[in-house]
């Protein structure tokens, strides 16, 4: 039952990640956390494993997403070059502090950000600047900010990339796409964060590296990077507004689902 859970997680947050340039972890952290309760992991590492093995499956997630998005022309590299190096430090730093941090203040903090963004994309006021200029300080600030709340919460960063590019002034699929090239340096640096910190954890259950369950991230992620390009064919095919609100309400239901935790 447990691989079964597993495939179909995998097949499910694949196109999510694809459809809305985010890592999947939406639905793979609350599903994680259910899995990983009943098959008996301590109380004290729990989160951790959850955030780690999330971030470990958003490697593949986000390498297949950014490939088939690519091919459509909707990366924005040019961006991708500012940001990347300040997200791949917030990034490694997000993964250290959750080790350490309280977490029930900031939830709250992000959730309300998370509403404010979504209601700001479903009216769309101020309506985003359709050129705008890309100085050096705004992308990296940027950057760190979104890598290092995606290290703490073990997601994608998309969640708060899309709706940065979008009011930068990228179109609605460019943003999305943008977002998915982001997943991969986000990923690639909180994973290797949770395997640092948790190399030497004494309640490590079996098949652990770090801070990553690997039956889970291997099965889950092999399955996103498989079905992801389906959810980018989806994206590409809806209308710009349509795509713009059906992720505004994610952003809602991710805020909702923070503050409930």
């Not at 990923?187 to 395997?195: P, V």
Request: glycine share 14%; net charge positive.
């Amino acid at each position: 039952m447990e691989i079964l859970i597993y495939f179909f997680l995998g097949t499910f947050s694949g196109v999510l990640a694809g459809l809305f340039g985010i890592g999947g972890g939406i639905i793979i952290i609350p599903t994680f956390f259910y899995i990983f309760s009943y098959l008996g992991f301590p109380d004290q590492i729990l989160s951790h494993m959850v955030l780690g093995s999330s971030l470990g499956v958003i490697v593949f997630s986000s390498l297949s997403s950014t490939f088939s998005h690519n091919i459509k022309g909707a990366v924005n590299w040019n961006l991708i070059k500012l940001v990347a190096p300040s997200i791949i430090i917030g990034s490694c730093l997000g993964g250290v502090t959750a080790g350490y941090l309280e977490s029930s203040t900031l939830q709250g903090l992000v959730a309300l950000f998370l509403v404010v963004a979504s209601i700001q994309l479903i009216f769309e006021f101020p309506p985003p600047p359709q050129n705008p200029r890309t100085s050096l300080v705004g992308p990296v600030v940027a950057g760190g900010g979104i890598g290092w709340l995606s290290g703490v919460f073990g997601i994608g960063g998309g969640i708060f990339s899309v709706p940065y590019f979008y009011h930068r002034g990228l179109k609605m699929m460019n943003a999305i796409g943008t977002s998915a090239a982001c997943g991969i340096p986000i990923a690639l640096a909180g994973s290797i964060s949770y395997i640092i910190i948790g190399y030497d954890n004494e309640s490590l259950p079996g098949n652990s590296l770090g801070f990553i369950y690997l039956p889970a991230t291997i099965i889950v992620g092999i399955m996103s990077s498989i079905t992801a390009k389906y959810g980018v064919n989806i994206a590409h095919r809806m209308k710009q507004k349509k795509l713009r609100i059906a992720f505004a309400f994610l952003v809602m239901i991710m805020a909702l689902n923070l503050l409930m935790r």
